[in-house]
């Protein structure tokens, strides 16, 4: 049966392979003997490789060892850990944080405590993985809206009787690049009781005058904000800021985070380094939105509909089969941008997800843009 499935979903081009790198150097890695450039990472501002990052990792790393050794509820709390926690908390102007393994987990962890059986959770259709994962476990029944069609996403609050209702979207969605309209979102929570639980996975670090992400300037009316260490941060784990009470019900009924062993000390220490650079170091965010600015331009003049407001930059090509062989021959070029297909995105919208860095140079750009005239012509 399993042989059988796997031979189906080859002969629908779906099936998906590893594909090992080795010497990785941000925008960089070796592949089968030859140097790629890469244009599908989430490290936006390039901090995974920043000098300070890596020494504030290896000084914990001789401090506190390779694990933590226990649940947070057990000995794995460490000073780091309270220390990233408080921090992240002041930066994301909340009462508290709380950091959980992944993003993932966090998603996860806080759905499963906020909806109960009765409750509904309302969210948008091209929400992530693990906020629909984190919807189905609660048991709460799920309603999903067209996404960013909120006119649909008030039709479905206002038929969601006895019980809480909880309004789920991302900020930058992680396929599309585009932004949720937060203002929009807020005037649905206060017009329905609802609470609003924001994922700023792709947002933290990249957007907002201060970096706070794509709800800088909206935290006092959104509930609970995740996000992750794995995006603009350059290192691994993921967060929930709330108030203080939300925190509190975290720890003492969040699975994912009660259940798990604690993220290890010197990510807590390289994400504490990587939180102080994002606020003192605008010109990382500086460097990042030229970047973007040169792929949305060249990309508008492609003819592409470039709706993207982020990084990320969607090139649908629509059929697996043609996105498999655009990626392909932009392999063969040294140019490493994964075909995105079949059920990560909808069936016909397969396509080249594109991500930036600060880190690209003008000449990657360039190269970038060469390669995809000569394969996209």
Known sequence: MVIQELEELRQKDLLRKLRTLSNCRGTRASWEGRELLLFCGNDYLGLARHPRVIQAAEKALRQYGVGAGAARLVSGTSDLHTRLEEELARFKRKERSLVFGAGYLANIGVLGVLAREKDFIVMDKYCHASLIDGARLSQATLRVFPHRHYEKGAQILENCRGGRRILVSETVFSMEGDLADLSELIRLKERYECLLVVDDAHGTGVFGAEGR???????????????????????????????????????????????????????????????????????????????????????????????????????????????????????QRGILIPAIRYPTVAKGKARLRITVSAAHSGEDLERLFQALTEVLR
Do not use: H
């Open 213 to 331: 992400g794509a709800t800088e300037g909206f935290e006092e009316k959104i509930d609970c904000i995740t996000g992750t260490f794995s995006k603009a941060f350059g290192v691994f784990g993921g967060f929930v800021a709330a108030s203080g009470a939300l925190v509190e019900r975290l720890i003492n009924f969040s699975r994912p985070f009660i259940f798990a062993t604690a993220p290890p000390p010197s990510l807590q220490a390289a994400a504490c380094e990587a939180l102080s650079l994002i606020q003192k170091e605008p010109e990382f965010r500086e460097k990042l939105w030229l970047n973007v600015d040169r792929v949305r331009t060249f990309l508008s003049e492609k003819g592409f509909r470039c709706e993207s407001r982020s990084p990320i930059f969607p090139v649908i090509l629509g059929e697996e089969k043609e996105a498999l062989r655009v990626s392909e021959v932009l392999l």
